[in-house]
């Protein structure tokens, strides 16, 4: 997931490099780049959430759920970045936040990967609910470690 969450970070970083590239050459490299690196997230996503559920049976069912909230924010991207440029007049505002969104995602998830490892490195050891606190990466790998272990349940 390390590589996942650096791609999604490249990708929101060639994202607002579009905004200050003013040749066509410039533009391809920028876009070549954030090609690469989403097809390389998009590659990465069917094993990462695998690992995540532990369970080949349950991972198709993890990719539909992973694919099924990209597809919302995907038919509801445009429109709002659409309204954007309507309101400010320039296409600033809709690249900022749409590159920064993705920057913020792949830090997320960088962070939730750290969290679920650390977490099953304390969970070996009896001293794991006095060394949990609540930040957003341990709220996280909980709700993770949650969803997997209901899926693994209902299958029971």
Same mark, same amino acid.
């Given at each position: 997931?390390?590589?996942?969450?650096?791609?999604?970070?490249?990708?929101?970083?060639?994202?607002? $490099?579009?905004?200050?590239?003013?040749?066509?050459?410039? @533009?391809?490299?920028?876009? /070549?780049?954030?090609?690469?690196?989403?097809?390389?997230?998009?590659?990465?996503? #069917?094993?990462?959430?695998?690992?995540?559920?532990?369970?080949?049976?349950?991972?198709? %069912?993890?990719?539909? %759920?992973?694919?099924?909230?990209?597809? /919302?924010?995907?038919?509801?991207?445009?429109? /709002?970045?659409?309204? $954007?440029?309507?309101?400010?007049?320039?296409?600033?505002?809709?690249? @900022?936040? #749409?590159?920064?969104?993705?920057? /913020?995602? #792949?830090?997320?998830?960088?962070?939730?990967?750290?969290?679920?490892?650390?977490?099953?490195?304390?969970?070996?050891?009896?001293?794991?609910?006095?060394?949990?606190?609540?930040?957003?990466?341990?709220?996280?790998?909980?709700?993770?470690?949650?969803?997997?272990?209901?899926?693994?349940?209902?299958?029971?």
């Amino acid at each position: 997931m390390l590589l996942q969450g650096l791609g999604l970070i490249a990708m929101g970083f060639c994202t607002v $490099l579009m905004l200050i590239i003013n040749n066509y050459t410039g @533009l391809l490299s920028s876009i /070549i780049l954030f090609s690469f690196f989403s097809g390389g997230t998009l590659f990465l996503s #069917g094993p990462s959430v695998e690992q995540a559920l532990k369970s080949p049976e349950k991972s198709a %069912h993890g990719l539909g %759920h992973c694919q099924f909230w990209d597809s /919302i924010f995907v038919f509801i991207g445009p429109p /709002i970045a659409g309204f $954007l440029y309507d309101v400010t007049g320039s296409y600033t505002a809709p690249y @900022l936040i #749409g590159g920064l969104s993705l920057v /913020i995602s #792949g830090a997320l998830v960088i962070a939730g990967d750290r969290s679920v490892k650390r977490r099953r490195r304390l969970s070996s050891s009896s001293s794991f609910a006095k060394e949990r606190n609540n930040t957003f990466g341990s709220i996280m790998a909980q709700y993770m470690y949650n969803a997997r272990n209901l899926s693994i349940e209902s299958s029971l």
